[in-house]
């Protein structure tokens, strides 16, 4: 059995899409660029921002920096909060703490709104870290994230992890970092997304979830 779960936040535990894509816009319209629906910014969903500014809108280092900075004059105060927790997620998180399943967070978001976003919600408390990015930009890439996850928690590297997530960028962090992965298709990423970065296990639903960590 597995006996530490690495969770994603977005697209995994909460569904952000209205509060991402509303910041996203908010930025990109400093720059004077009109997007035609929030559908079209479900993209920024999942990577780290200031890569997603670079590819998606071709911006410099400084643009994207500046396209961060914008980003968070919307999200932190309002976007944050627009945001939903997805059937069945808690019921997943309180059976696995039953079987004494170690759980953290491993997330591309900044670690300080990670952290206000599970209070909010009420599923702080089954997670024994919540680890994600710093404002800076400084632990970006999910494999990082993971592998910062695993010092804090298991430096012996004694426990069996495995990370859940909805899109590939976290099913390559876990490649990356030699351990197991669940790809949830209840998100942003597809089946064949999540099947062709890797993953271990694909789960349809938070209960078949909680049904391939308890078998393994």
């Avoid at 952000?16 to 993209?43: M, N, Q």
């Avoid at 997603?52 to 919307?74: D, I």
């Amino acid at each position: 059995m597995y006996n530490l779960c690495l969770f994603d936040l977005d697209g995994t535990l909460t569904d952000p899409k209205v509060g991402i894509t509303k910041s996203v816009k908010h930025a990109l319209a400093h720059f004077g660029i009109e997007v035609p629906s929030l559908d079209a910014l479900e993209k920024f969903i999942g990577p780290p921002l200031r890569d997603s500014f670079r590819e998606f809108y071709g911006f410099t280092p400084e643009e994207a920096e500046l396209a961060v900075a914008k980003y968070r004059e919307y999200f932190p105060t309002k976007g944050i909060f627009e945001n939903e927790l997805y059937p069945g997620i808690m019921e997943t998180l309180a059976k696995l703490q039953a079987h004494n399943i170690t759980m953290a967070m491993a997330t591309s978001k900044p670690t300080i709104y990670a952290e206000i976003i599970a209070e909010h919600f009420g599923f702080k408390r089954y997670f024994t870290a919540i680890i994600g990015s710093e404002l800076d930009g400084r632990r970006g890439k999910k494999s990082e994230v993971i592998e910062y996850v695993l010092e804090t928690l298991d430096p012996k590297r004694q426990m069996k992890p495995i990370m859940i997530g909805d899109r590939n960028y976290d099913i390559i962090g876990a490649n990356e970092t030699a351990i197991s992965s669940i790809g949830v298709t209840w998100g942003y990423g597809s089946q064949a997304e999540l099947a062709a970065a890797g993953a271990t296990f694909i789960a349809g639903s938070p209960g078949e979830l909680s049904e391939i960590i308890l078998r393994q």
